[in-house]
């Protein structure tokens, strides 16, 4: 069977000082995964009745991938691994850190996090 996927990815992977309040807006039957290293996760989000939206509490955003089936975690996270493991055989050289900050990366994840709270705003109006 097919899955429908809503997929969201944050370019740089934005990190927070603080934890925040992550905003899935997404129907309650869907399943709703954390991206993190690269990878599915299945339980971190949880869904708040009040705000009818699945929430998750962190302080780094890589992606969100939304499915209205159950996916098989397991089977893609090996799938991930496997390549990865088959790409660092090539020798690449790491860019060195300047020590900037890169702030549009931040005000863009700010902006995706409350524009999916404002919209379960006005869906619970």
Known sequence: EDADLEMIFFKGVPEFDYTGILHAPADEDAYVYAVIDGK?????F???ADAECWEYNTRTIEGVVVSDIELDVALYNASV????????SSEEKDNPDTGAVDYVNI??????V?????????LKK
Do not use: F, N, T, Y
Request: negative net charge.
């Open 40 to 44: 599915l996760v299945a339980d971190k």
């Open 46 to 48: 949880e869904w708040d």
């Open 81 to 88: 691994s496997s390549d990865s493991d088959s790409d660092s």
């Open 107 to 112: 005000a863009v994840a700010l902006g995706v």
């Open 114 to 122: 409350s524009l999916a709270a404002a919209g379960a705003v006005a």
